[in-house]
């Protein structure tokens, strides 16, 4: 799968945050721009920096989004890293041993 080699677009920005299920205060945070700025880039479009869009595509991206271009099989888009079933998974071991607590050692 090709990355997507184009600047973000806003389109793609709010696609890939509902797919992650990730809040804008959180992505915003991750990607070091301000939640207002994220919400009127996403729905807007309002300009961001070229190193502003690549900060954002790279918090996406750790959130478990992957973006890819278009190609011969269809458009330009974003999708999961991982399946669904895959996803359970990584919550179910996530979720093993109970809370981490330091160790009195």
Known sequence: MNRYP?????????????LAQVSAEEIAKASGLEPQQLRHFESSGASLDSAAKD????????YGV????EDSHGGYGVRRKHTAA??????????????AYEDDI
Do not use: C, I, S, Y
């Open 86 to 99: 895959k996803v359970r998974q990584l919550q179910r071991w996530e979720g093993e041993g109970g809370p």
């Open 55 to 62: 900060q954002l595509r790279a918090a996406l991206e750790a």
């Open 6 to 18: 184009l600047p973000l677009t806003p389109d793609l920005a709010r696609a890939g945050r509902a």
């Open 66 to 69: 992957v973006f890819f271009a």
